[in-house]
């Protein structure tokens, strides 16, 4: 019977990590490559798509509070992660650290889990941008079939002069008086435009990590100047139209509606859960330490400094938005859109969408970069097939992982409709969460004297603060996200007894008995 809690030794751990060759991943990652990783992957879906979902549907003007919320316990969350990413430099994120601290089943657990988290979401984000492009080319009078544009039954109807997701227009469609029976419809049968955004992401991330980090720098350039100017706009229209911003945050914290999550402090509450989505950068930070030049230094900059900038943005934007537009409004695709077109700028909604374009294409890139990455060091430890750990000997990436990650996502994207993944990848994000900071806790107590280059504070009150407000977010989530999370699980202990636990080498090394040594040999 093998050892469940088996701990992957940190000595062997540096080892990899001090790896050089053609078989080892490339250190060409800065700071400022590390920070825009981050906010590549948390400026996306969050703040273009469900920003708007949850302050109608949960929270409403407090959307504020909810992303402060999510931000404080982000900021717990990333001191633990600070912590371990600098101590372990190597890639894999909360995989390698509940290996090295809590042992082998929790390994596989968070493993496990964080396929779901960047898999899914990149589905989840592939399937939002290939109706942002639709929506686009809609705008310069390019209309294109439908038919390539969603999962298969998916449908559609001509309005405002492109096609556009029926249930995501739902709410603009009754607020405009349009019966949607009276528009024409078409089903789509591919997400054509899904799948080809995945497989050109995933020749980026095979030619290089320092080409990736390039292309993802530039848009997140672009991404962030379109929400510094949307704030801008929308600022300079609330100072004119005072009172009208005033009906629109009254009140601030609508009342409950007497049901769990349905706006009160609840609502704020599971708000946060949901949008929560948003804030996995930082993680997909750690996934790419030992690709980092300097980990011990850059890592904790690279982290903390994504999560500060972003929950910043999300603050803003989150109250500028509210402050324009009724929250009531705001279930759509495109809310920030609808948002900058009540300031009376006509090239904001074009500004506003290319920027949402730029943003889901970034947040593609890190969560396809974090899964490969943990798919490798899952390999290296023998819970996965080795193919996934192979490196490319030119361009130093696991070309392997990337591609077998990529073909399935971007099947995933194209064929499956996700339509509440978003809450799927939250609860796996919080569970991370909770994992890593009960492994920086838990090794502190047992190696107090590991030297640290980057030491968490107030241990263990930022470590268990981290625990609970993750755990009291995952509470605030629907009870199917639950369920959907556990059969996952599930699914995961079948794969991991009946293979990884066979192939696993720590369970290998500990399992070969000590040789013996034999009498001295005397000389002659």
């Known amino acids: 019977m093998p050892d469940l809690l088996a701990k992957k030794p940190l000595a062997l751990i540096m080892n990899e990590a001090s790896e050089t060759g053609e078989h080892s991943l490339r250190r060409a990652l800065g700071p400022t490559n590390l920070i825009t990783l981050g906010i590549g992957a948390i400026i996306g879906t969050g703040i273009f798509v469900l920003t708007g979902a949850a302050a109608a549907q949960y929270a409403g003007p407090a959307i504020v509070f909810s992303f402060i919320l999510a931000g404080i ?12 990413a600098a101590l372990i430099p190597v890639a894999g994120s909360a995989y390698t650290y509940g290996y090295a601290t809590l042992g082998e089943i929790f390994a596989w657990v968070i493993g496990w889990d964080l396929i779901l988290e960047y898999a899914f979401g990149a589905a989840t984000v ?12 809609g705008d310069f009078g390019i209309v294109l079939s439908p038919r390539w544009a969603g999962a298969p039954g998916t449908d559609f109807v001509f309005w405002h002069g492109h096609w556009a997701n029926l249930n995501k227009t739902m709410n603009a469609l009754q607020q405009a008086g349009v019966d ?9 049968s591919f997400n054509l435009f899904g799948f080809l955004g995945i497989c050109f ?21 672009v991404k962030v100047a379109v929400l510094l100017v949307f704030i801008g706009l929308g600022v300079n229209y609330i100072l004119a139209h005072r009172s009208a911003a005033t009906t629109n945050w009254t009140p601030f914290i609508p009342p409950n509606q007497g049901a769990f999550g349905m706006f009160g402090w609840s609502g704020i509450v599971r708000a946060a859960g949901v949008i929560f989505f948003a804030y996995i950068g930082f993680d997909a930070v750690s996934t790419a330490a030992q690709e980092a030049k300097n980990p011990k230094r850059d890592m904790p900059i690279g982290i903390l400094g994504s999560l500060v900038i972003c929950t910043i943005l999300y603050i803003l934007v989150s109250g500028v938005l509210t402050g324009l537009v009724s929250y009531k409004q705001l279930n759509i695709a495109d809310p920030i859109a609808l948002g900058i077109d009540q300031t009376g700028v006509r090239w904001g909604s074009i500004l506003v969408k290319l920027g949402a374009i730029c943003g889901l294409s970034s947040t593609m890139v890190v969560m396809l970069l974090g899964q490969s990455r943990v ?25 392997l992982s990337s591609i077998f990650v990529g073909i399935f996502v971007a099947f995933f994207a194209a064929l499956i409709p996700i339509s509440i993944l978003g809450e799927l990848v939250s609860i796996g994000t919080l569970l991370a969460f909770v994992i890593v900071c009960a492994g920086v806790w838990a090794l502190r107590r047992k190696n107090p004297d590991q030297p640290r280059p980057f030491r968490t504070p107030w241990v263990p009150f930022v470590p268990i603060m981290g625990m609970a407000i993750s755990l009291l977010m995952m509470v605030g989530l629907p009870g199917d996200t639950w369920l959907r999370l556990i059969i996952w699980l599930i699914i995961g202990m079948c794969v991991y007894f009946f293979y990884g636990r066979h192939h696993s080498r720590v369970q290998r090394a500990a399992s070969e008995p000590v040789p013996k040594q034999g009498p001295p040999v005397m000389a002659d």
């Open 201 to 221: 992401v995933t020749v980026i991330l095979v030619i290089g990590i320092k080409e990736s980090a390039n292309f993802n720098s530039f848009i997140v350039v």
């Open 73 to 84: 316990g982000c900021v717990f969350a990333g001191l633990c992660y600070a912590e371990f």
């Open 375 to 399: 798919f490798f060091s899952m390999s290296k430890d023998g819970l996965l097939p080795t193919l996934f750990s192979r490196v490319h000997p030119r361009f130093r990436t696991p070309y």
């Open 180 to 188: 949607p029976s009276t528009l024409p419809h078409m089903t789509s």
């Open 126 to 137: 592939a399937s939002g941008w290939s109706g942002y492009v639709l929506s686009f080319l």
